[in-house]
Each structure stands twice: as structure tokens, then as C-alpha cells.
């Protein structure tokens, strides 16, 4: 019997994910992959798969599968409660989905984003190298829905080394991201960078996977004229005119008009990619000025 997943229900969205299509910049295509990339590698590892096998990226629970053939899977990310066949399981850990069992994941009580992951991969068709979904380009496979079916690739050789793991879940509260200034922080009215490294700001229902808008101390621009657009990166801080910031996630656009005040650090981008509307962001210099340095 060829192994897969018959998807019941999705939630607010569940999409299929890697580790993205890196190189195709010039042809205006997207890296995209995995929001909280710590914890999709992490699912894999702890199934013994290769990293960049691909696995469902499900945003505030919901989803709901059939096996086909039985698998063995694991859930990381936000800790969503787990039932298969009725039966309670838990997150972090890995655990065997018979044959017509089914999958169900419930509301994360932290975090936003939960990575399931079957041993062997989702394997569906690459495009571009990758079986990422990019929801802001519109390639690979489409945000899932009932009635796909998501076939499972061979188990890798090497049989798993863990069966759980003492993972701390995504914090509840404040989050602090590093983030390093510019490269445009020079548009800014003087002590706006002073403002974003001491002021909170909360993340509103204005969040997807391209990018979440903070609410917060407004960075209101030096008046320096229009700047052309110009490349943007995974947790660039774009500020348009309101002064209010855009934080830019896995599927952001490549080109952006506004200026650029800083860009979260590559380790804190999955860190961010949990935070749920209501929470708060707080965000440091990084690298951390010398003590008894001041900011520039």
C-alpha cells in the first residue's frame, strides 16, 4: 500500500514546507521554506529524516489527517495537543500513526506555528528544487485543503536516536529579537533607533507568512525623499510612512520602496515566526554595544 495522508481539514492554513528554493533571486522567486526553520530541522532530526525533508506547516492548529499505510511522525513548533485515533499523544515526541487513523491538532496553548513531520518526507512534486508552498508567489503545492492527498516518501536508512524531546515551548510573554541597524536607518528622525531598541511593540491580526505589522512608538521618517526600491531579506523591518514597522517573514517580497531601519538576526527569525497577535516584541542591538558604549 503507498503510504500518504488524506487531509480532513486544514484550520487557518497548513501548507507543505522545506527548508525553500535558495538561488532564484534573480529570476524574482523567493526562498520561502519553513517560518520557524529551528523547529521544522528539528522534526526531521528527531525521525531520523534528512533536514530539508518536507513537512506540513500548520498555522494555529486544526489539521486533520488519515494515514494511509502507517507512518511514524513527530510534531514540534507550537506544542499543539495531540489525538490520534482518540487517543492523546505528545508533542516532541515521536509516535506511530496506524493505518486509518486519524490525526487531529488542536489550538497551541504558545506559539502560532506547528511543523508535522512523517518519516520519509512529504513527497509531493518539487518546483525549482524545493516543495515549499510560497503563499506571496503563488508556487509549489497549494495551501492545503480537505481532500488532498499527501503521499509519504521511503524511510530514510538510519532508524531515529530519540524518541522525545525536553524542548522548551515558544514563551508566552515579551519576546526579544537581536536586530542589527540599517541598512537604511539613516532615513529616520534622530533617536528612532533609540525608540525601536526601548519600546515594546505588539504584533495585530495583520500577520501571514510574508510578514506581521507591529503596532507601537511610531519611527517616523527624516524626510529624505522617496527611495527607490531596492532587495529585502527575511526580518527586514520596513517602516512606511506611518512610522509603524512591517516585520518581513519566509515568504516576503524581494523588492521593497520603504526604508529598512534594521533586520532581526537569522537565529531569532523562527523565534518571531511564533509570536502570535497580542504578544509583544522587544527588540536589541545586535551585535550588543560594548559596555559603556553608547547606541550610534
Request: glycine share 16%.
Amino acid at each position: 500500500m503507498k503510504r500518504g495522508l488524506d487531509v480532513l481539514g486544514t484550520g487557518p492554513l497548513a501548507t507543505v514546507q522545506d527548508l525553500g528554493r535558495p538561488g532564484h533571486a534573480a529570476l524574482g522567486v523567493g526562498v520561502s521554506g519553513a517560518a520557524d526553520p529551528g523547529s521544522f530541522r528539528l522534526a526531521n532530526r528527531l525521525l531520523g529524516n534528512a533536514e530539508g525533508d518536507a513537512a506540513i506547516e500548520v498555522t494555529f492548529g486544526g489539521l486533520r489527517v488519515r494515514c494511509r499505510g502507517g507512518v511514524f511522525a513527530a510534531v514540534t513548533g507550537a506544542p499543539a495537543p495531540l489525538l490520534v485515533g482518540g487517543r492523546p499523544e505528545a508533542p516532541y515526541s515521536v509516535f506511530h500513526l496506524p493505518d486509518g487513523a486519524e490525526l487531529r491538532l488542536g489550538s497551541p496553548p504558545a506559539g502560532l506555528r506547528s511543523y508535522l513531520a512523517v518519516r520519509g518526507g512529504i513527497d509531493v512534486p518539487p518546483v525549482l528544487g524545493s516543495r515549499s508552498t510560497d503563499t506571496l508567489a503563488g508556487l509549489g503545492p497549494a495551501p492545503l485543503g480537505p481532500g488532498d492527498l499527501l503521499p509519504v516518501g521511503p524511510p530514510p536508512a538510519g532508524a531515529p536516536l530519540l524518541d522525545v524531546l525536553p524542548v522548551r515551548p515558544p514563551p508566552a510573554g515579551d519576546i526579544e529579537l537581536r536586530a542589527m541597524p540599517g541598512p537604511r536607518d539613516d532615513w529616520f528622525a534622530p533617536g528612532a533607533l533609540d525608540v525601536l531598541f526601548t519600546a515594546a511593540y505588539t504584533v495585530t491580526s495583520e500577520i501571514d507568512r510574508v510578514g506581521m505589522r507591529l503596532d507601537g512608538p511610531g519611527l517616523p521618517h527624516a524626510g529624505c525623499g522617496e527611495l527607490p526600491s531596492e532587495g529585502t531579506v527575511t526580518g527586514a523591518l520596513q517602516v512606511p510612512p506611518s512610522g509603524l514597522p512591517v516585520l518581513f517573514l519566509a515568504d516576503h517580497p524581494l523588492t521593497g520602496g520603504y526604508p529598512v531601519i534594521a533586520v532581526v538576526a537569522s537565529a531569532d527569525i523562527g523565534r518571531a515566526a511564533q509570536a502570535r497577535p497580542g504578544q509583544r516584541l522587544r527588540f536589541v542591538p545586535h551585535p550588543a554595544p560594548p559596555l559603556g558604549k553608547e547606541r550610534p
